[in-house]
Structure formats: C-alpha cells, structure tokens
T-cell receptor, first 115, second 114 residues
Framework: KAGVTQTPRYLIKTRGQQVTLSCSPISGHRSVSWYQQTPGQGLQFLFEYFSETQRNKGNFPGRFSGRQFSNSRSEMNVSTLELGDSALYLC??????????????FGEGSWLTVV | AQKVTQAQTEISVVEKEDVTLDCVYETRDTTYYLFWYKQPPSGELVFLIRRNSFDEQNEISGRYSWNFQKSTSSFNFTITASQVVDSAVYFCALSGEEGNQFYFGTGTSLTVIP
C-alpha cells in the first residue's frame, strides 16, 4: 500500500513568488492535514481538509491556503513568499475526521527554500 | 491549553545502552490521544504508537516500551539496548477533541554511538 506522496520534494523560490505543493493521501484516506516544520517553531499545524472542506485551521496568515479535491488529493499554496516561509512542509493523511483520535500518517515532506 | 513538552533537546548514548525520552503534556480535553513519531534525516515522520486517555496500560513492542501516567501527565518512551538505527529525532504529540489537529513537542534528537 503506497504511503503519503508529496511533490515536489525540494524547491527553491524567490521572495514574492508563490508556490503550490501537492499531496496524495494513502489510498482510502479522506482526511489530509498540513504541517510546517522549522528549526525555530517546530511542527505547527496549518490546516486540515476532509470531504473537500477545510475543517480546522492553524494560526497562519491568509497567504497560506489549501484545497482538497474529490479524490482526496490536496494542495497547499503560499503566496507572496517571505524568507521565513522556508521550511519543511509535511502532509499527513488519516481515514476520517472526528474527535476519535485518528492516527495521521506523514509523507516525506516538501523542502521549500525562499531566497 | 494544549501543550507538549519534551525537555530533552539532544541525547547521546552508546550502542546497547537503554534510553528514555520524556514527554509531558497539558490538555483541557477529557478525551485525548498521545502519540510518538520518529523522524529520520529523510524528513518523514514515522508513526510509532498511539494511546488514548482511558488506557494507562504500558506497552512494549520489541525494544520499545511506553509508560503512560495520567497522574503526572507524562508519556515516556524507552528504547532498550539501543542501536545505531535508532538515531533520529523523536516527537511526542497530542490530539484532543479538535479533529486531527496535533500538537507536537519540540522533539528529542537521539544519537546512538557505535
């Protein structure tokens, strides 16, 4: 069974540009969440999607957005990139969305460098 | 507030030593879940274990064991007879009643020296 797949794995962007990252969840998983990992702030929750709807959002500016498609694949977009957006962006998937303690499974992440 | 604290930033042990990684949590939820993940240099967080707030039984899986104590809000992870392949960053995480929003500790970087 394939795991969570994220593309691209590595990318370099210039300040002011925008970037789109893609995530394909484990087959059968319908919930996708995104996390940002930086040395200074650690792992921080960005948002979660289930059934093409954003269910939860972390404390990030509106430049960070996402969406989910009918096949559960998800994309996240960061507009007007800043140097501080340089990070590892991790996507995670789980079977469902509820308060029942789903385990989330992570992809290998997309390493974004903003120069 | 939801918070996970991993006070140990870095630990180094010699191969075959036992090592315990500490995790202390705070939560306002009655029902919550605790997790441990391992992050090798490749970046992917690998799921190790999940525990719910109603199950305080300790768990052992091979060389790994976990000690959950609600009285001290701790969920510690012990590796017995450590191996070089155990070298990684280990994260403790908490999820509550907010869907799949996880709160992660800052991680403990474990180096096992051959």
């Amino acid at each position: 069974k394939a795991g969570v797949t994220q593309t691209p794995r590595y990318l370099i962007k210039t300040r002011g540009q925008q970037v789109t990252l893609s995530c394909s969840p484990i087959s059968g998983h319908r919930s996708v969440s995104w996390y940002q990992q930086t040395p200074g702030q650690g792992l921080q929750f960005l948002f979660e999607y289930f059934s093409e709807t954003q269910r939860n959002k972390g404390n990030f500016p509106g430049r960070f957005s996402g969406r989910q498609f009918s096949n559960s694949r998800s994309e996240m977009n960061v507009s007007t990139l800043e140097l501080g957006d340089s990070a590892l962006y991790l996507c995670a998937s789980s079977l469902g969305w509820s308060s029942s303690g789903n385990t989330i499974y992570f992809g290998e992440g997309s390493w974004l460098t903003v120069v | 507030a939801q918070k996970v604290t991993q006070a140990q930033t870095e630990i180094s042990v010699v191969e075959k030593e036992d090592v315990t990684l500490d995790c202390v949590y705070e939560t306002r939820d009655t029902t919550y879940y605790l997790f441990w993940y391992k992050q090798p240099p490749s970046g992917e967080l690998v799921f190790l274990i999940r525990r719910n707030s109603f199950d305080e039984q300790n768990e052992i899986s091979g060389r790994y064991s976990w000690n959950f104590q609600k009285s001290t809000s701790s969920f510690n992870f012990t590796i017995t007879a450590s191996q070089v392949v155990d070298s990684a960053v280990y994260f403790c995480a908490l999820s509550g009643e907010e869907g799949n929003q996880f709160y992660f500790g800052t991680g403990t970087s474990l180096t096992v020296i051959p």
